[in-house]
């Protein structure tokens, strides 16, 4: 009976440690780039399936800053014209995702977001955009794209 109590006690040390390493793991791994290109994959399957971002604000708020969320979420976005994270009124269904290497300063980061489609040069367009993220709650977060200014 004593050593199965040292067994349980030995098992769940071990469950502990593996949940701490485990979290400090996914922490480390969350950065600019992956912020930027995990959004940017989400967003336009959604808006080429038709499906309003805004209707899965949990993924949004994710991985964009509270400012921009509020701002993206009010009726001021509504009269914008264009679709801000694309910076643009239309899009090639068949963009593909890729970004630069981020430039971090503090809390902050910029980085490249490049939307291109395969052979974008014979038929298709590409876009690229300036992202700039800060260091909200402990994650990177998207806070403007192209340094556009959110309207009132």
Known sequence: MKNRGRLIGFALLLFFIGSVVGAGVAKASDTPEQTAKSFYEWYL???VANKSPRNDKAFFQKHVSARLSRWYFSPAYSEYGADYFIDAQDLDERWQVTTGKAVIKGNTATLRVKLAAPNAGRDGWTNNLTVKLI???GAWKID?????KLTA
């Open 45 to 47: 399957k959604r808006v």
């Open 135 to 137: 260091k909200e709650g």
């Open 144 to 148: 403007s794209v192209n340094n556009r």
